[in-house]
């Protein structure tokens, strides 16, 4: 073998390694993508069966939902971590408050 058959073959497998190493980059990224995704889907099925249980609980109990509660049903969501804002409604909060949400709140 000649040294240019070799120096091309070297240049080859590490050509051939850099496309494995971004392949194995963007692997990476999706792992992190849909491990935070399903991060956030857990904690939506957690309040999501609390919610459940305790509308169980309420029904279970005879009562009817009351007139002027709307307000109250929309602080405890946001309590829970959604959005009651127009802008994201219904949406998973993950930076904290929001202030369109605490402003609708306050009015």
Same mark, same amino acid.
């Given at each position: 073998?000649?040294?240019?058959? *070799?120096f091309?073959? *070297?240049?080859? *497998? ?17 792992? *992190?993508?849909?491990?935070e ?28 939902p ?42």
């Open positions: 073998m000649d040294k240019q058959a *070799v091309a073959q *070297v240049a080859n *497998v590490e050509e051939r390694i850099g496309e494995l190493y971004r392949e194995l980059g963007s692997l990476k990224h999706k792992i *992190v993508e849909l491990i995704e399903n991060q956030k889907l857990q904690m939506e099925n957690e309040n999501l069966r609390k919610r459940l249980s305790a509308a169980e609980k309420h029904e279970a109990e005879g009562a009817s009351m007139l002027g509660e709307g307000y109250d049903n929309l602080a405890r969501l946001y309590q829970e971590g959604f959005h009651i804002c127009n802008l994201h409604y219904g949406s998973l909060r993950t930076e904290g408050d929001c202030l369109f949400c605490l402003s609708f709140l306050h009015k």
